[in-house]
């Protein structure tokens, strides 16, 4: 059981720092993880928990430089979203959705390098992508890729992007949280190991926002695209 807890730290620590520094990723790529090692009828809502503490880490490092009208909007349709689809885990067939995401991020990332990115979205389409991103959120564990072209496109990047898409996601992974308690999924065990986990994503957290400092917004942009082409390739791949 040690092993097993210093296993999912030493992921939980570098994947906290992979999303301090893109936005994203870490919940993406933690779920196979936590998923071999403690199955995934515990690894998901562990990962929420897990997630918790990272998006909460990176609001507060960040807090200087959130756009708060963003965050409200994402948070009025992630919210209901996310409790809704909370309580539809054991039911929903997850194949296909995950397939569906590949294809649309791979489609982002090529309209973006082709010259045409997508239009400035209003404020008022993040309530939007906050309920796409709840929904999906609560099924898959994290769809933290899903936002990233949408804040991007709004033209935040660096500090603003990271802060604001963690407060964001914060609002989403509270409302994971009682659904899943609704649900009886909150063990013993997966508290427990949510809270072990914690000073692991902190540090990753804190690490990364150190990062972000000395990188270039031309730099930062790509990394996100190299994490989105990252992405999609998982969520096609996976089953």
Known sequence: MLGTLLAASAAAFLLALLSAVTGFGGGVLLLPV????????????????????????????NRRELRWPLVGRFALGAAPFALFGALLLAHAPLAALKRL???????????????????????????AVGAASGL????????????APFFLAYGLTRAAYVGTEAAAALTLHLSKTAGYAVAGLLSREVLLLGAALTPATLAGAWLGRRIVDRISDRVFVGLVEVGLVAAALLFLAGR
């Open 34 to 61: 936590f998923t071999a090692l403690f199955g995934l009828r515990v690894a998901v809502p562990v990962l929420t928990l897990a997630q918790l503490s990272s998006n909460g880490a990176r609001a507060w490092l």
């Open 136 to 147: 999906g959120s609560a099924l898959l564990g994290s769809v933290g890729p899903l936002t």
């Open 101 to 127: 995401l590949g294809v649309f991020l791979l489609a982002v990332v090529a309209w973006r390098r082709l010259g045409r990115p997508p239009g400035r979205p209003g404020e008022r389409s993040f309530v």
